[in-house]
């Protein structure tokens, strides 16, 4: 199990069998902090469910009423971005 923090609180990741996920890909729980991701699914989709499951939980904590399609467009740009530029953390924590 992992620990993603998000505005301050730590978010539990888990992985879940598919009967426990009741057939959804990922699900947030804003008020239990935790990221539930299927267990079944190929790596790059529980990373893909992860990043979507954490817009989520940014847009619950800021209230900027994103759409499910607005999530799944920031999901992939952002997933991109990350995907493109392997060292982007790294720079951007030398500043
Ligand atoms: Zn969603």
Not at 22 to 44: E, P, V
Not at 63 to 90: R, S, Y
């Amino acid at each position: 199990m992992d620990i993603i923090r998000i505005s301050g609180l730590n978010y539990s990741v888990e992985e879940l069998s598919p009967d426990e996920m009741n057939g959804n890909i990922g699900l947030a729980d804003f008020n239990r902090q935790r990221i539930m991701i299927n267990s079944t699914f190929s790596n790059q989709t529980k990373i893909i469910a992860r990043w979507h499951e954490m817009i989520h939980i940014i847009d619950t904590v800021y209230g900027t009423k994103l759409t499910e399609e607005q999530v799944v467009t920031l999901t992939h740009g952002i997933l991109a971005v990350f995907l493109d530029n392997p060292g982007l953390l790294e720079t951007l924590n030398k500043y």
